[in-house]
């Protein structure tokens, strides 16, 4: 079997599991994560590419440093970027970069989609304002998301899985 497509198969493997983690436990395990960082350095050792271990630990590298600031104001979940930095070690910091873009953009489609048929743009344009001035004044963070069942509240990890899909099927 070529290398490319057990790639991809490790690709697709670990965002669904991830996805179906997120969906039905609300989060991603940190011990899929793991299992998930163990497979891909196995294959970038195996795949026998000299550049492989250093192209590994950039592409998760680079998810972590453009991402962790989303996570410290709360509005990125830490198993999203977790879930990009292994993606990222497979990938390939040049890859995940588009995967990363391909995401954020499917997540938008969908959140503008979410607040076009259930209503809520003027509510959730408040509810950012609402949270800008009391960053403001207060100094203090709080998770930018609505704790519970919001309707806007959505699963990043489903826009990673299409942006995963759009990869393994040639897009980017």
Sequence with gaps: MSKVIIRQMLLLTIAGIAVLMDLYEMRIKNSWIICSFIA?????IWSGNRHGIV??????????????????FRMLGSGDIK???VLGGLMGPYHILWCMWY??????????????????????????????RQLIETGKQSPYYRTGTAFENIHFTIPIFMSVMLYTGGIY
Excluded at 40 to 44: A, D, N, Q
């Design 40 to 44: 891909g350095l196995s294959y970038s």
């Design 55 to 72: 192209q590994y630990v950039l592409g998760t590298a680079v998810p972590l440093v453009l991402l962790g600031w989303l996570f410290y």
């Design 83 to 85: 879930l990009f930095c």
């Design 103 to 132: 995401a954020v953009l499917a997540g938008a489609v969908l959140s503008l989609a979410i607040l076009f048929f259930c209503g809520g743009f003027h509510q959730r344009f408040h509810y950012l304002e609402q949270y800008v």
